[in-house]
Structure formats: C-alpha cells, structure tokens
C-alpha cells in the first residue's frame, strides 16, 4: 500500500465543542509524500506493526510499535466490523512522512492499513463503508480514503470533493522538535476564546482552485492556529520569513505545525525556495513535493 501525507490549504477552526473537539472548515490536499505499508495475512489472529523510519524522528517523539499504532488500531477495527476475530497480519511501515509535523502521517498509515486489510482479508467493503470507520480513527483519516482536493467539515472527518483545476509545487521545511496537537489547539483556545461556532472556507480560496491559479491560491492559504502554533513554536515565523522572502507564492504552518509548507511557482521555483530554506537553516529537513495525489492505494 501506498499513501500520501496531507496540507490543509485553509484551515478555519471553531469555538471548542462539549465533546471536545473542535469544529473545523477546511480544504485539504493530499501531496506526494508517500509512507508504504506492506501487509501479510496470519493464520493466528495476532495483529502485529514493524516500523522503518526514514525520516529522523523529532525530539521528544516516539512512534508506537504495538497495539497503539495506529495501523494497528485501524486493522483491530475493520476486524471488529467483519466480525472474524481469527483474522490477524503483519504490518511493515517505511515511514517517510514527518512525525508529529502535522502532515497526517499516523492517520495515513490508518488509512492504508484500512483499505490494505480489507482488501487482504476479503472484507468487501467499499470505500464508502471504511468512511466511518476511519472517522472513529481520526479527523484526518476518512479524506485519506480518498486523496485530491476535498473539504473537510464537522471535526475534519466529513470529505466532500472540491472543483478543482492543475498541480502544484511545494516545499516542505520540517522542525527538529514536534508540536503536539493537543497542545496547539489548547493554545488556541486560550488566545480564541472567540472564535466562531462555525468556522468558513474562504471564497477566494475555492476560486483559485476551480481557476487552477497558483499566485491565487498562494495569496488565499491561511491557517487558524497559526498564531497558537507561533506562540508555542516562535522560530517557525523566521522560516516563514525566509520562504516568503525567496518567493514563495504563499507560506504557511501545516495544520498544527511545526512543519512549514511554501507555494511555489514552478518546479525550479521550488528548487530554490528549498535552497534557500537550507541555506538559511531554517529546518530540520527540506522537502519538495507535488499536489494533489491519490489516497491510500494498491501498489
Ligand atoms: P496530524 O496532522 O493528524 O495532527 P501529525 O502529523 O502531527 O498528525 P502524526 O505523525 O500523525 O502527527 O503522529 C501523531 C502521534 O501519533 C505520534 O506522536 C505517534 O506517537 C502516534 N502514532 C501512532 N501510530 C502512528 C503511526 N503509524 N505513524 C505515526 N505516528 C503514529
């Protein structure tokens, strides 16, 4: 299996609800940063992870290699809905997307091992009929089902397809430490108290998508928890600071943070935004990617 990592091109967020999450609007895009899981059936019922890590870990981050992971998870749960307790397999990850860089890696790999496991097992589910499993997973994991360009609302789990025209070129800088979510959206709380009921997709946003217009949507890319992952993180506007002096066409925090992401003109233009991130030592590690890819799929 194959899956992408994920940006949030916008990313409106709410007024924390009673259930604890917040609401969400956003409009996500799957880019070509791709983890692979290989997955093999066992006879026994056990359920068992391997992880490869390629890319360097964040200080302070770890990744589970038993029940918690969750590619693991994710398979405990299809089993569940199939109902076959025997049902069991063996779950290598190469992880190549950023750890806690607010890139989706974990629901990613949920996503894949979902589809993978299905598929292995003879489920016969649809992709519509993983949906809600993958929303029990996480907020992130249902739009990895399916890849592109989709909206997000509710808490982030409910996708629907957004008109959407060309390709676009990244750069990525990742942090030497990561952020935790929780962390960022409690800082959000307490700089938001206000924040609405009902967060929006801007307008513009959705324009430059449907014209296939990179200035635009370098202009349109915003980020609600900026300000709470700057306050946690305040390095992360120097390297904001050094894409958007090199020229990138918009600069932003990926969901949560800390990776930064950057809009670039062209595939020369991102080879030189990502020089000039390195050269500055702004990050951890510079990545050049492409957008939109396809989610979770069979390789
Ligand atoms: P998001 O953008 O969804 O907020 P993230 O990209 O910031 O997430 P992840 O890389 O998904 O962060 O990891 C979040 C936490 O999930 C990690 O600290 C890790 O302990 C845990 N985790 C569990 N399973 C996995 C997995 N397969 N891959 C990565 N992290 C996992």
Redesign the pocket.
Known sequence: MSVPA?INLCLGVGRVRPDGFHPLATVYQAVDLHDELRISSREDGELT?A?HTEVELPEG????EGD????VRAARLLRERLGDPGLGADIA?R?V???????????A??AAALVGCNELWGGGLSRADLEPLAAEL???VPFLLHGGNAIGGGRGETVSPVLARGGYHWVFATATE??S?AAVYAEFDRLHPDAPAEPEVPDALLNALRAGDAHALGQALSNDLTEASLSLRPELADTLEVGLQAGALGAIV???GPTTVFLAASEQHALDLAMALTSAAAAADVIQSRGPVSGARLV
């Open positions: 994920k992870v992880m981050s770890t990744v589970p918690d992971n969750l590619a990850i992880k997307i950023p750890v806690a860089g607010g890139m989706a890696g974990g629901s790999d949920a996480g907020s992130d990561g952020l979510t990926s969901g949560s």
